[in-house]
């Protein structure tokens, strides 16, 4: 076996966008992969006919999105294939084409003034998108270039990550139609629209109007195309997540009232049917998603209804399932091993893009008649080929309060039990987030450079329920118990750990716990902090989600009313007892865990004589390591690589 390099990150590819075609006998998917010389993504359209399971390519520019099925051999995508598909400075368009799945080449369709988001088909030469608009932007084409140079700020949230200053900027739904080129606005100029369905002459939609403070709760809303009436339908007091339409008269959506849990809370099922909202089925997890991971670029559907069920991901323990709820219960469509990451219905069953254990992404369907599943696509057998890949050892454990935490172990390559090895924990994000049992390319590196990796799920994490997740104004206890006892548990399960050359990482929550870990134990020989946040207090003002998200967490407690409480809960507070070695890394254009917080912790530490050193990302933000271009992607793992080899080895 070779060994697996940072590098064969470029030869990976990523799949997303299922979409099946009207009938059901064919489906479209994006599949992207690196483009090192442009330090970006190509991206392009493939087909799959169910009958044959042929996958083949359809297009061949590399900048294809936005696909939607117009007929049943028309597929229309967006692209900029022509230096006229660009759209002039300080202006916006979106070229969309048309391309025949019999044959032949892409053809312009129609040009919308406006940089599209999300398209979706109404009616033949209608169609619905959404587009970010900014409210404070002048009409006139000379001061809008004056605008570049300054920003008004009237709201919190007042930036967002990786879109810089957001305040009066308003995702807004759109109706287009094509024989006409003309744009009509649907929503309100200070709604901020979620996401939108279209139900034959209905569009649904979420979202909230807001004029200072976005708020915690959200509605669901019916605009009739024909008399152009709008309704909100549910919501004001509930967060409204993912739904979709049965008929337009009934509408299944995940929605949470925040009563027990705060904002954490998982949502249950509701319905609404002929103007009135009941609870459909109790759930209790989350709805659409998956264990984490790194192998995974682009979106897709997550939600959907079908003959009067209601199917949806869902991470389920260390699994991403499709979940069915129907007669007011919810439950595992069946058991995928490994995690789902978006699907659509098909003749016959399901398409989803899924990842197993050991292997990349790659299509799957799933036989309603059969109940079984079987991979259909073969677009990354070249991507692992001959690699060494460590299989995820389960090494779960009942920590010392009588609760059972998931974990794994990967060993080293060519691992022998009679020598001596270095280790990293790797923690996840969130942090409301779980690992499964599916590759993750960062850990793999390590593991092929002749490192263990341990990894586990402690409390706080998804996939187990409400009360499992529920890490308020436990911060830097409980969960720190569970990583410390994991730790003590994988060493005496593998002797072969050496335990003075332990080396932890994590990025976002995992950054926090990295900052807090360094100021409460020396156990740990080297540190990695990434994307991380250390201060409770200025987390407050600076974080996109300081003034939602920490407050929930901390139990309602603002910097107002309890500055000592919030300091003592703060990493930084403990930063005169570091004395590990860690390197930060952090983007320049992550606003959810802003520049500021990692800094803090940085020049703390170095300001006590403790080796440190920050790696920061110019264009990056809080996804570097998931989404980010892909060469800064190959540096960061080899500066994490750097750091832990001169250290721990």
């Known amino acids: 076996m070779e060994k697996l390099k940072i590098d064969d990150l470029m030869n990976y590819r990523f799949l997303s966008e299922i979409t099946a075609s009207p009938s059901g006998k064919k489906a479209a998917f994006l599949v992207k992969q690196a483009d090192r010389k442009k330090n970006g993504y190509a991206s392009w359209v493939y087909i799959v006919d169910f009958s044959t399971e042929e996958v083949r390519k359809l297009t061949s520019f590399g900048a294809e999105k936005n696909l939607v099925f117009d007929d049943e051999e028309t597929v229309l995508f967006s692209s900029e294939r022509k230096p006229e598909d660009k759209a002039k400075e300080f202006e916006e368009k979106t070229v969309f084409y048309r391309i025949s799945l019999k044959g032949g080449e892409a053809e312009r369709a129609f040009e919308i003034p406006y940089a599209v988001d999300r398209f979706r088909k109404v009616s033949d030469g209608q169609y619905a998108f959404s587009a970010v608009l900014d409210l404070n932007r002048p009409e006139d084409e000379e001061e809008r270039k004056e605008y570049q140079d300054y920003h008004i700020l009237e709201e919190l949230p007042y930036w967002e990550n990786g879109a810089y200053f957001v305040s009066r900027l308003r995702s807004t739904l759109f109706l287009f139609e094509e024989a006409a080129g003309d744009c009509k606005k649907v929503t309100e100029p200070l709604f901020a629209l979620g996401d939108f369905q279209v139900c034959r002459d209905k569009l649904f939609y979420t979202g909230v109007s807001y004029d200072r403070l976005l708020p915690k709760t959200n509605g669901l809303y019916c605009y009739d195309i024909g008399t152009k009436k709008q309704e909100q339908i549910a919501g004001s007091d509930m967060r409204i997540g993912l739904f979709g339409c ?11 009232t925040s009563e027990t849990y705060g904002n954490g809370q998982n949502p249950d099922l509701y319905v609404w049917e002929n103007g009135t909202v009941k609870k459909a089925a109790e759930y209790g997890y989350s709805i659409g998603s998956a264990p984490t991971g790194d192998i995974s670029l682009g979106g897709g559907r997550k939600f959907l209804v079908k003959d009067g069920a209601v199917y949806f991901t869902s991470c389920r323990r260390t699994k991403g399932q499709i979940c069915v709820m129907k007669d007011q219960t919810a439950g595992p469509l069946f058991d995928f091993d490994g995690a789902v990451d978006c699907f659509d219905a098909a003749e016959g069953g399901f398409v989803m893009v899924g990842r197993t254990p050991g292997k990349l992404q790659e299509l799957y369907f799933y036989d309603e008649a059969k109940q079984e599943y079987r991979c259909i696509s073969h677009v990354n057998d070249e991507g692992l080929k001959d690699k060494y890949i460590g299989e995820l050892r389960y090494a779960g454990f009942t920590d010392s309060d009588g609760v059972d935490i998931d974990g794994w172990v990967i060993l080293p ?13 790797d923690m996840h994000g969130g942090p409301k987030v779980a690992f499964g049992d599916t590759l993750f390319h960062e850990m793999q590196v390590f593991a092929n450079e002749g490192y263990f990796v341990f990894l586990c799920n402690p409390r706080g994490g998804d996939g187990r329920g409400n009360e499992f997740a529920d890490l308020r104004e436990k911060y830097g206890t409980i969960d720190f118990k569970d990583f410390m006892e994991f730790t003590d548990h994988v060493c005496k399960l593998y002797p072969a750990i050496d335990g003075k050359r332990l080396g932890v990482t994590g990025g976002s929550y995992g950054g926090w716990m ?12 080297a540190a990695v902090s990434q994307r991380s946040f250390s201060n409770w207090l200025s987390d407050f003002g600076c974080s996109e989600i300081g003034f939602s998200f920490d407050v929930n967490e901390n139990g309602g407690k603002t910097p107002w009313t309890s500055a000592r409480e919030l300091w003592e809960r703060s990493p930084l507070a403990y930063a005169d007892r570091v004395k590990t070695p860690t390197l930060f890394i952090h983007s320049l254009k992550d606003y959810n865990c802003p520049l500021s917080e990692g800094m803090q912790m940085f020049a703390a530490i170095k300001y006590f004589g403790v080796p440190s050193k920050a790696f920061l990302f110019e264009g990056e933000n809080h996804e570097l390591s998931r989404s980010g271009k892909p060469v800064h992607r190959v540096r960061r793992i080899r500066e994490m690589l750097a750091w832990f080899d001169e250290y721990l080895k």
Do not use: C, M
């Open 514 to 525: 990295t900052n807090w870990i360094i100021g409460h134990t020396d156990r740990f020989a």
């Open 413 to 425: 390559k060519d691992y022998d039990p009679q020598k001596k090895y270095p280790a990293i924990l």
């Open 246 to 256: 049965e008929s337009p008269s009934r509408v299944f959506f995940a929605g949470s």
